[in-house]
């Protein structure tokens, strides 16, 4: 018997045409525009407007490019893109594709109507750059999402919501043009009581709290977002009224509910977050590479010593692995099965912590320069932590596979 694998089985692990030029596209972007500026921005921690402009120019920063990279058939499309990017600088990067979380947010719970009114204004245009913004944590509700605190009330005789609280660690906060809230409708029934709303450009009462300076992603935005009696449309609510009240009547019976949008909104962006600690992860084992061949201690190649070929060895089967776990994510979601074994948690967490290891290994090949500020390693480094932290820490995700595996209500 002849054991083989049939040419129209279809299973590939090669990327498409469309995918292989988009791919080669944003690389020269990242490599030409986005490395030489890194250290500038990570230093002035300011939004990089002049790089969001260039990207606006040749269409990379555009509701076009995130939709047709979204809907892209094999689901590689954003995870490939996003891997380029961040192998750029992960603080740019994330200027640059902060925005999609606010509309997967909308496109992934909303109404067409609601789709087609509010996403063009979270990209703007060439023109006219705009942003969108994403609001779910708060200064006491982080991994808890049922502690949220941010109430909206409905006002049934002027057909609109009432939005009251404050907004944490929100990229783009207060400098967006679109905010996306989650709020709590019904504080009785915890997360299973929140609903997401839409806070359309100049509307009165939201505003910026405090910008906080960061460890890493410097030139990625984070601020607070203070919402004072903020009053939205009732077309705002995403997903509309209607939906949610049918949502809370089956919570109130007792009955399943289907999952927080919140939580829907983090689970269908896993794996593009998995691919930006791959692009970090990558860019660091590349550097440390090249490093290796051309570091001469005790007459030879640091890269030819065992001690260095060893570590490399580790660094390049872990990217490879976080890559492959985030593109079997991807793919999952693209062709909507479901992540029964939390496969996009695994994803999340085996490419944070990959990128925490890999940089600080790469730190140590440069040794002395690794640690100044002359090499981007040590910018790297201070990067990749945020991928253990934000959109759901490495314990949460552990936590999510845990259950997964057990089938027990692991807490």
């Known amino acids: 018997m002849s054991v083989g694998v049939q040419a129209d089985c279809g299973f590939s692990f090669e990327m498409n ?45 555009s509701l076009d490019f995130f939709a ?43 109404t067409h109507e609601q789709m087609a009114e509010f996403l063009p204004p979270m990209f703007g245009d060439a023109d006219d750059i705009k942003l969108g913004a ?18 909206a009330v409905y006002r049934e005789s002027s057909d ?14 207060g400098i967006a043009n679109v905010h996306v809230i989650v709020a709590s409708v019904d504080p009785a029934l915890g997360s299973r009581g929140q609903a997401t709303f ?39 609510l995403v997903g509309g009224k ?29 794996p593009a977050v998995a691919a930006m600690a791959v692009g970090v992860a990558r860019a660091a084992l590349e550097y440390a590479r090249d490093y290796s061949l051309e570091r001469v201690q005790f007459g030879q190649p640091i890269g030819q010593t065992q001690a260095i070929a060893f570590m490399l060895a580790d660094m390049s089967a872990a990217v490879d692995a976080a890559r492959l776990l985030t593109w079997r994510a991807a793919w999952m979601a693209r062709q909507r099965k479901p992540f029964i074994h939390a496969e996009g948690s695994m994803a999340k967490l085996v490419a944070g912590e990959t990128a925490v290891r890999v940089t600080e290994q790469a730190i140590q090949i440069l040794g002395g320069n690794g640690y100044t500020r002359d090499y981007p390693v040590e910018r790297w480094h201070r990067d990749a932590k945020i ?9 949460i995700q552990r936590l999510i596979i845990g259950r997964a595996a057990t089938g027990l209500d692991v807490r």
């Not at 525009?33 to 407007?49: G, H, K, L, S, Y």
């Not at 891997?83 to 925005?99: M, V």
């Open 17 to 61: 045409p469309a995918v292989t030029e988009m791919r080669d596209w944003v690389h020269g972007f990242a490599r030409d525009v986005i490395r030489p500026a890194a250290a500038e921005w990570d230093e002035r921690e300011e939004t990089p407007w002049p790089i969001l402009e260039q990207a606006a120019k040749i269409g990379l920063y």
């Open 134 to 151: 994403f609001c779910a944590s708060e200064p006491n509700a982080g991994s808890d999402v049922a502690a949220i605190r941010t109430r």
């Open 160 to 173: 609109e919501w009432v939005l009251n609280g404050v907004k944490s660690w929100v990229t783009n906060g």
């Open 68 to 110: 047709q990279q979204w809907l892209e058939p094999s689901g590689l499309g954003i995870p490939v893109a996003w891997e380029e990017l961040f192998w750029g600088d992960a603080g740019i990067a994330l200027s640059l594709t902060g925005t999609g979380l606010a509309a997967v947010a909308v496109s992934g719970n909303g």
């Open 198 to 236: 839409i806070v359309p450009p100049g509307t009165p009462g939201l505003s910026q709290g405090q910008k906080f300076r960061k460890h890493g992603i410097r030139a990625s935005h984070t601020a607070e977002v203070v919402l004072d009696d903020v009053r939205v449309p009732g077309r705002c």
């Open 387 to 395: 991928f253990t932290i934000f959109e759901g820490t490495s314990e």
């Open 242 to 270: 209607e939906r949610l009240d049918e949502r809370l009547a089956r919570t109130r019976e007792g009955g399943k509910a289907g999952q927080q949008a919140a939580m829907k909104t983090f689970e269908a962006t896993r």
